[in-house]
């Protein structure tokens, strides 16, 4: 721990990224910096010099003027977190692991187990060339910004080549593991469709600030439940400034993840703030099969979810096939029509057919107020038409299009991309 220094990031300003490609057998990913937008993690600005013109130099700590965010010593989270015990931890992503610790309400002081308010330590993984400039990118943003969807970040820690992030503990973890965990409790439909509207507010948030911030990496991973399973989005590193001097979308490197990210942002580098919307139906169609977006432990045509049922939204009969079985039938036929459309028109291929996340709030509200208690008579459907019969499908994770990092020995399933 400490021992790696953070690779020197890429020098900011000279990127062509005009070709994004998808290569599978990268093991890091580099956002590439466009000509009209940049991260706040691009922005070297503000970051106590992190990162310079050249890019060739990470001083060891630093420290970020962000209000209201505390900067924690090492020290303190190492004794939070009870020296990151194994037993603590939540769970692990590209930046590396997340642990449980606790905390004073008032000072934030480290505490004992129990006493005080729990949070979530995220500690960068050390070999991580990315973990600087997410780590950066998610204090400006999140640190900048308070909604009741957006998760609470309470500090920071620089220090001897570490970067930690300090978040509000979030009791339910995730919607992924929700979702796809094996033996997890099934969510009912209302409760989908509360998370669904809360996770709605958040991109809406972002999408209507006063600069527009284009999210990137909407995924059920990253949204984080409380204990009455509001919604609230988490992970920030990869967030961009949306277009501005009436720009359609920004040009960029492609990063992501595979299944979430829109067609057009893969394709052309072109990322349009309508390209989170394409991610929210990705989602919004997780949560109502139970499925993941991409499982190859699915047979061949249904690896990728979006394309195996796409065509079945539009038709009543074959929807009611691929919702999730663990609702038991227990969800308004109403609402799952609706929730059908709205998912259709998010995977819209043209960005400009798809609805606003405004707009999106707004129909998931009327989804919510259909209360159609279905008949009890109703027939189940037949297990072996639907991918759903064999449990073994929820236990692969999705691709993303990047690895921030590889994750500390633990084999890594995932394929990054990276653009050049
Ligand atoms: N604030 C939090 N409160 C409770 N659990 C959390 C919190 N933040 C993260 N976790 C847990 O840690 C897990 C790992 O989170 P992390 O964001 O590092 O990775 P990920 O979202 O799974 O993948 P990726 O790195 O691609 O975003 C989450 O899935 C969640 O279970
Ligand atoms: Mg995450």
Redesign the pocket.
């Known amino acids: 721990m400490g021992n790696c220094y953070p690779k020197p990031v890429n020098n900011l300003s000279s990127t062509n990224n005009s070709t994004p490609a998808i290569r599978s057998d990268v093991k890091r990913k580099e956002p590439m910096v466009q000509k009209h937008s940049h991260t706040a993690a691009e922005d070297g600005s503000d970051t106590g010099g992190a990162i310079n013109g050249s890019g060739e130099t990470v001083p060891p700590s630093g420290r970020i003027v962000t209000p209201n965010l505390k900067m924690f010593t090492f020290a303190e989270l190492r004794s939070a977190t009870r020296n990151f015990r194994p037993d603590t931890m939540?769970?692990?992503?590209?930046?590396?692991r997340?642990f449980?610790g606790w905390v004073d309400g008032v000072t934030y002081a480290p505490s004992k187990v129990g006493i005080g308010i729990a949070v979530?330590v995220?500690k960068s993984n050390p070999d991580s060339a990315q973990g600087l400039k997410e780590w950066q990118a998610e204090v400006k943003f999140l640190g900048k910004f308070s909604h009741p969807n957006l998760?609470k970040l309470i500090g920071y820690c620089w220090e001897d080549r570490e970067f930690l992030l300090v978040?509000?503990?979030?009791?339910k973890?995730?919607l992924?593991?929700h979702l796809f965990k094996k033996g997890a409790e099934p969510i009912p439909w209302s409760t989908r469709i509360k998370i669904a509207i809360g996770a709605a507010q958040g991109l809406a948030f972002l999408h209507t600030t006063e600069k527009t911030v284009i999210y990137r990496?909407f995924?059920s991973?990253?949204i984080?439940l409380d204990g009455d399973f509001n919604a609230k989005l988490?992970?920030f590193g990869l967030a961009k400034l949306g277009p501005a001097n009436g720009e359609s979308h920004v040009s960029t490197g492609v990063v992501g993840?595979y299944g979430y990210a829109a067609p057009e942002y893969i394709a052309t580098g072109h990322l349009y703030v309508k390209s989170d919307v394409y991610g929210f139906g990705v989602v919004l169609l997780e949560m109502i099969t139970g499925l993941r977006v991409l499982d190859t432990n699915r047979p061949s045509s249904q690896h990728n979810l979006v394309d195996w049922a796409r065509p079945a939204l539009p038709d009543k009969r074959r929807l009611r096939k691929i919702i999730d079985p663990r609702l038991e039938q227990d969800y308004p036929s109403k609402g799952a029509n609706k929730a059908s459309e709205l998912i259709l028109s998010c995977l819209e291929p043209d960005p400009k057919n798809r609805p606003s996340m405004e707009e999106v709030v707004v129909s998931l509200e009327v989804i919510n107020a259909i209360k159609t208690i279905p008949k009890a008579t109703k027939t189940r459907t037949p297990q072996s038409m639907s991918p759903h019969s064999d449990r073994r499908y929820q236990s692969a994770r999705q691709t993303?299009l990047?690895t921030?990092h590889g994750r500390g020995g633990v084999a890594d399933n995932r394929s990054p991309i990276r653009s050049y």
């Open positions: 939540l769970g692990e992503g590209g930046f590396g997340v449980k979530a995220k998760v978040y509000e503990y979030m009791q973890g995730s992924e593991n990496d995924k991973s990253n984080l988490s992970d993840t993303p990047k921030r």
